[in-house]
């Protein structure tokens, strides 16, 4: 599998996994519908700048949406839940908030190395 299949493959997953519609990734990303979906079947390639939006809202490190490994994918999810009936700012919100949790759980971990 290619890196835009495999790529968009897992955004699809973490989006159905959250149950997000495309129209509102799309939304909450600043493109449409249309483009999300050629993103998730591989048809064009992902910018860094998609993927790092999208990694902040699904709690997942950009690396996570390079994995082949689906089991490994999923012991990568830092938190779950399902966003059906929530806006694009509470979204914006979420993933800020994400992005934070991500951030503290690694200097955590650094310093209780160091």
């Known amino acids: 599998m290619n890196d835009n299949a495999i790529i968009g ?9 959250l149950g997000l519609s495309q129209e509102t990734l799309g939304e909450y990303l600043g493109i449409s ?7 998730e079947n591989g048809k064009r390639p992902i910018p860094t700048g998609i993927i790092s939006k999208a990694s902040e809202l699904f709690g997942v490190d950009e690396y996570d949406v390079y994995e082949e ?12 839940f399902r966003a059906q009936q929530l806006s694009v700012p509470d979204l914006n919100h979420i993933g800020q908030f994400q992005k934070i949790v991500r951030n503290y759980l690694q ?4 310093l209780s190395n160091g």
Do not use: G, P, T
Not at 9 to 17: A, D, G, M, P, T
Not at 33 to 39: P, Q
């Open 9 to 17: 493959s897992n955004i699809c997953h973490f989006r159905e996994k």
């Open 33 to 39: 519908r249309e483009m999300v979906s050629y993103y």
């Open 69 to 80: 490994d689906i089991e490994q994918l999923e012991s990568n999810v830092v938190f779950a």
């Open 107 to 110: 200097m955590k971990k650094v």
